[in-house]
């Protein structure tokens, strides 16, 4: 890449097993993404720095696997299985531990420096000038869990990142998300993820509606696609009335938590049909990225991105 990229995309993963074939670049689980935005963009896809985010631990996965296989489902519902099991593991082992000494022990830890380590990747592939460049994340599933639960901690406890006696100073600008210029949520779960909640006490991710360094260069935008088939894809805009609409308990605390609601973009929810030919079933939910009209809506937010 000659030039330096005008933006960076980072898109995290979901439910299932992703470490065995995240080497090859050609099975990786972001690739029909990646291949369908270049298609849509041509030689403007050259100007954007990727990055697929594995936070799927292997031993995890391996520990998945086994269960299966003691299990022996039918073959005609095996992949049923494998479906169900893969959401309630990554659902469980995601959970910060109660007692803050076990925080560099749990599967939580693990993930959050898999997440700062590609980031790493991510801004040193950009090299010189990271800190000026747009960030857009996309994420489907779980991911979008990953993924807000990263940006929190950045924000607000960065030892959950570091360790234990770890150099918060060390995760720059870029790796805390100051950059971050846009969010595309597919398949989204963080309803179901977020039940032990008051749904008016709930705080959505951070992401300023003007994004710094840029100030009013452009506006931010969070758009969460689902379909109605989809067992685990929910709208999440209405999750955050409270917060937006400033009816939240706490309000009196958010200058101290840097939040300012009245500068920062709400989720807007579209619901799609997933054409596919498993896009009438719950499995709808990991075929969003091969959805032309998904693709479609993500290449306009980059091109707009690109050309702010």
Not at 104 to 119: D, G, I, N, T, W
Not at 173 to 195: D, E
Not at 268 to 294: C, E, M, N
């Amino acid at each position: 890449m000659a030039d330096r990229p005008k933006l960076a995309i980072a898109t995290f993963h979901g439910i299932g097993s992703y470490f065995d074939r995240y080497e090859d670049a050609a099975l990786r689980y972001d690739r029909q993404l990646q291949d369908g935005l270049r298609k849509r963009l041509g030689g403007d896809f050259d100007s954007i720095a990727w990055k697929a985010v594995l936070w799927s631990a292997q031993k995890l996965e391996r520990r998945q696997q086994e269960l299966i296989r003691r299990r022996r489902p039918p073959r005609l519902w095996k992949m049923l299985f494998e479906f169900v099991s893969a959401n309630l593991c990554d659902a469980t082992a995601y959970r910060l531990p109660d007692r803050k000494e076990d925080y560099e022990e749990s599967s939580y830890f693990a993930v959050q420096k898999m997440v700062r380590e590609a980031l790493r990747e991510l801004e040193s592939e950009i090299g010189k000038g990271a800190d000026e460049t747009p960030l857009l994340c996309i994420a489907e599933s779980m991911g979008c869990r990953v993924l807000s639960g990263y940006a929190w901690d950045a924000a607000r406890d960065r030892e959950r990142i570091v360790g234990k006696g770890g150099d918060a100073a060390s995760l720059t600008s870029f790796q805390q998300l100051h950059t971050l210029a846009g969010l595309i949520y597919t398949g989204c779960n963080l309803p179901l993820l977020t039940m032990d909640v008051e749904q008016n006490a709930l705080m959505p991710m951070r992401l300023p509606r003007h994004p710094l360094p840029h100030d009013r260069a452009f506006t931010a935008n969070w758009l969460n696609f689902y379909d109605d088939d989809d067992v685990l894809g929910y709208p999440i805009a209405d999750q955050y009335a409270a917060y937006f609409g400033g009816k939240h308990p706490h309000r009196e605390r958010f200058e101290g938590w840097g939040r300012a609601p009245d500068a920062e973009q709400a989720p807007r929810d579209r619901q799609v049909r997933v054409r596919h030919i498993l896009g009438w079933t719950p499995f709808a939910h990991v075929h969003y990225w091969k959805s032309g009209v998904v693709l479609d809506a993500i290449a306009g937010e980059v091109r707009r991105l690109l050309n702010a």
